[in-house]
T-cell receptor, first 115, second 115 residues
Framework: GAGVSQSPSNKVTEKGKDVELRCDPISGHTALYWYRQSLGQGLEFLIYFQGNSAPDKSGLPSDRFSAERTGGSVSTLTIQRTQQEDSAVYLC?????????????FGPGTRLTVT | AQKVTQAQTEISVVEKEDVTLDCVYETRDTTYYLFWYKQPPSGELVFLIRRNSFDEQNEISGRYSWNFQKSTSSFNFTITASQVVDSAVYFCALSADNAGNMLTFGGGTRLMVKP
């Protein structure tokens, strides 16, 4: 079956612009995660959605970052007023089960470059 | 707070050598899961294994084996008879029951297997 998909695969934007990154989880997966992978910080958790519960936003680095998950499926990560330090690969993962029991399947990522 | 340390940032071996990737973790939770992921040059994180904190039995899967020792908070990964296709970055990760379900990753170990 289809895995987690993300779009775009690459995004180059100018400093100060807003960007939207999209994640399509595996069909039927209730949990969705966003992570960021950058040279200086490694792999960091950003936000977690589980079903209809309020998302866990504890990993978002600033209020310029936000995410939505519509209809319990597709998620969009939005970065407003991008800065150069936002340059990273943004990874989305989904899992079928809630909590730590769920094995997370990762998408290919979106490479964001802020110039 | 959760923390995962992979002290080896880069390892280089010659094909057919055995290699062990170290992982040390910190958590105050008694219920947690440990993971290993492989990130090949293509960039997509590939799940390798998940162990729960109550199961210290070592596991072998083909050329891969894992040694989980709670006494030393370690979850080491050994590749036997390494192959060039094993070249990748390997991440150890932790998910704890009371830590919001997200994965806390180590910094990764880049393994280079030379022919």
């Amino acid at each position: 079956g289809a895995g987690v998909s993300q779009s775009p695969s690459n995004k180059v934007t100018e400093k100060g612009k807003d960007v939207e990154l999209r994640c399509d989880p595996i069909s039927g997966h209730t949990a969705l995660y966003w992570y960021r992978q950058s040279l200086g910080q490694g792999l960091e958790f950003l936000i977690y959605f589980q079903g209809n519960s309020a998302p866990d936003k504890s990993g978002l680095p600033s209020d310029r970052f936000s995410a939505e998950r519509t209809g319990g499926s597709v998620s969009t990560l939005t970065i407003q007023r991008t800065q150069q330090e936002d340059s990273a690969v943004y990874l989305c993962a989904s899992s079928a089960a809630a909590g730590i029991l769920g094995e997370q399947y990762f998408g290919p990522g979106t490479r964001l470059t802020v110039t | 707070a959760q923390k995962v340390t992979q002290a080896q940032t880069e390892i280089s071996v010659v094909e057919k050598e055995d290699v062990t990737l170290d992982c040390v973790y910190e958590t105050r939770d008694t219920t947690y899961y440990l993971f290993w992921y492989k990130q090949p040059p293509s960039g997509e994180l590939v799940f390798l294994i998940r162990r729960n904190s109550f199961d210290e039995q070592n596991e072998i899967s083909g050329r891969y084996s894992w040694n989980f020792q709670k006494s030393t908070s370690s979850f080491n990964f050994t590749i036997t008879a390494s192959q060039v296709v094993d070249s990748a970055v390997y991440f150890c990760a932790l998910s704890a029951d009371n830590a919001g379900n997200m994965l806390t990753f180590g910094g990764g170990t880049r393994l280079m297997v030379k022919p």
